[in-house]
């Protein structure tokens, strides 16, 4: 099994998602379950049936960050080792084909949100990345066709 990488921030992303599961949507969905067996028969009740569906989705939410949790690798940014690139580390790089500038932080998968530039240390970039110094240039390599980026700091 491959490690799970995790940020400080992300562990208490995680951790606060996980208490908001357990303390507002969990007694959330008890109250709709309660509710809706008072309707009456249960074999054609479509709000008890609804609500058993919901709470299986919140019991299987809890149960696989407290999983993430358990097995996750902490990663600290703040210790983090600046002269080359690992999971953790926050990287600005130059295209040299469009020639725009671009950030990224690198995380472990379940942290990945590229619409805030968080790439996984599993992506093609965050592959290409890890291991690499300030200066050098890297061929990044996609599914759809391969550039080249220069690494212009390790923030």
């Known amino acids: 099994m491959a490690q799970i990488f995790i940020t400080k921030d ?6 606060e998602r996980l208490e908001y599961l357990k303390t507002v949507r969990r007694p959330e969905v008890l109250e ?18 609804a609500a058993r569906a919901e709470q ?26 600046k002269d ?9 790089v130059l295209d040299l084909e469009m020639g725009e500038e671009e950030v990224y932080k690198i995380v472990g998968t ?4 590229p619409d805030r530039g968080y790439v996984s240390n599993e992506s093609p970039i965050g592959k290409a990345l890890l291991g690499k ?6 061929e990044i390599k996609t599914p759809n066709g391969s550039y080249k980026v220069k690494i212009k700091s390790i923030l």
Not at 10 to 15: D, M, S, T
């Open 32 to 49: 709709k379950l309660k509710t809706a067996r008072e309707y009456g028969d249960l074999s054609e009740n479509s709000e008890y049936d």
């Open 133 to 138: 110094k300030k200066g050098e240039e890297v």
């Open 10 to 15: 992300g562990k208490k992303e995680k951790e």
């Open 110 to 113: 379940i942290e990945s949100d």
């Open 56 to 81: 299986g989705r919140v019991e299987s939410e809890i149960n696989m960050i407290e999983e993430t949790l358990r097995q996750a690798v902490i990663v600290d940014d703040e210790k983090i080792n």
């Open 84 to 92: 080359f690139i690992r999971v953790g580390s926050t990287v600005k």
